[in-house]
């Protein structure tokens, strides 16, 4: 499958009930630097997240009416089938084949459906408008010129839908350093809000303690939460 193609797997088979929320944690001292995202995913053979969804995303979602969904560096689409499998109609985005491919394996063994984009966010072929629910759960998206990326991400959203972005916090310069990155070379929660014209409404943006467990020496104790709503 080539970046930019979309393949659909499986047919239609909802997954009853919701599926138990639990933190993915990542296996970093494992796995390559942050750079190469087919290299990460590789070089982690047994998975590099948990397979559970983000604890954040559950919460908040909590009571929403499901609808179509857009899940924005889904991984190895542990949220995306979460969200299926909840009633929604979802897309999975990643610049990651590797990754993808876990993703749509773990979507056929749960039996739900879920659209499959291996694209990077600020090159993606979305329809603008075309989700009632964007989720970007702990991206790592490189800023390019103009940050086309967050205006992707921003025009995706539906009139009416949401946009929930969960990231680590507080940001750690000096241990994002020591795994090969620098904090400044990424999109920040700050640079989305900072583009929340008076077309949206901001209903969450907070710092909480991670409704997940906290891996042992991890400096990512609490998720910053920013949830807004595109007016008609
Ligand atoms: C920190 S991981 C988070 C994965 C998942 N959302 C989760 O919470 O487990 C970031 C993900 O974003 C993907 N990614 C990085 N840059 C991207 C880009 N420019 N476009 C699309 N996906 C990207 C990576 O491949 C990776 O799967």
Redesign the pocket.
């Known amino acids: 499958m080539q970046p930019g193609e979309a393949v659909e797997f499986a047919t239609w088979r909802p997954v009853s009930g919701v599926i138990a929320a639990w933190a ?1 944690i ?1 296996r970093l001292a494992t796995v390559p630097p942050m750079g190469d ?2 290299e ?2 590789t070089a982690s053979a047994d998975g ?3 397979g559970r969804v ?1 604890g954040t995303l559950a919460v908040e979602l909590d009571g929403n009416v499901p609808g179509s969904a857009l ?6 689409g ?2 995306a089938i979460w969200l299926a499998g909840n009633g929604w109609e979802v897309t999975g ?4 084949q590797v ?1 993808l491919d876990r993703a749509a394996a773990g979507a056929r063994e749960v039996g739900v459906n879920v659209v499959w984009i291996c ?4 090159g ?1 072929p979305l329809a603008p408008g075309g989700y009632d629910l964007v989720s ?7 800023h ?1 010129p103009g940050d086309k ?1 967050v205006h992707v991400l921003l025009d995706a959203v539906a009139p009416g839908g949401r946009l929930l972005l ?1 990231s680590h916090a507080p940001q750690n310069p000096e241990y994002a350093r020591a795994h090969g990155f620098e904090v400044t070379d990424y999109v920040q929660p700050e640079d989305v809000r900072d583009r929340l014209d008076e077309r949206w409404d901001i209903e969450v943006d907070e710092t909480r303690p991670r409704a997940d467990p906290v891996p042992d020496g991890s400096p990512f104790t609490h998720d910053a939460v920013l949830r807004a709503r595109r007016r008609n």
Do not use: F, H, I, T
Not at 119 to 122: E, F, G, Q, V
Not at 136 to 142: C, E, I, R
């Open positions: 993915p990542a995202w087919d990460r995913y590099l997240w948990s983000n899940d924005v560096g889904c991984g190895e542990a949220d985005l990643d610049v990651s990754a694209a990077d966010l600020a993606a970007v759960q702990y991206p790592a998206l490189k390019s990326a969960v």
